[in-house]
């Protein structure tokens, strides 16, 4: 485990941009997987793989570049890395980009699926708040994306699953 966690690293300080990307892609296919074997209990047989093919597309092409993005413009937005300044990203994260991701997020994944965004959008976010209070004081920028995208996988898988039930 310590040797794959030293060669993630050695890749994330050669790679960071990619790495972030491909990380976000893979988490939130995790998350379908989860929400398929887990929480719908289809059974590997019954495996939607053109689904979890699907939303790690989304994770790839959206949720990485997105989010990788977001977090290089909110560190020159709020400077320092004080418990004030990781509260203040936290609040414009929360108060300012996480709707409007969200909102997006739900509208490409209803549009990829033929669902409404209104029977995701009612299920937002409890967990978000303090673990990005705890990502913007102890976690460099660099690894922002990948923590987030590691407690996403519960949200992803959620989030899956309600996109995707018919």
Request: hydrophobic share 50%; with cysteine; net charge positive.
């Amino acid at each position: 485990m310590a040797g794959l966690w030293r060669t993630y690293q050695a890749l994330m300080n050669k790679y960071p941009w990619t790495v972030q990307i491909v990380t976000a892609g893979s988490l939130v296919g995790v998350g379908d997987v989860i929400s398929q074997q887990v929480i719908e209990r289809r059974g590997l047989a019954q495996h939607n793989v053109r689904r979890t093919a699907r939303m790690m597309s989304i994770g790839f092409c959206f949720v990485g570049p997105v989010i990788g993005s977001w977090y290089k413009v909110l560190d020159k937005l709020v400077v320092g890395g004080s418990k004030s300044a990781a509260m203040k990203k936290m609040l414009v994260d929360q108060l300012c980009f996480a709707p409007c991701f969200l909102g997006a997020f739900l509208c490409i994944t209803g549009a990829l699926n033929g669902l409404t965004v209104e029977e995701n959008v009612a299920k937002l976010k409890r967990l978000w708040p303090p673990v990005q209070i705890a990502n913007f004081y102890f976690i460099p920028l660099h690894h922002r994306l990948a923590v987030v995208q590691v407690v996403a996988v519960a949200w992803n898988s959620y989030l899956t699953w309600k996109a995707n039930k018919m």
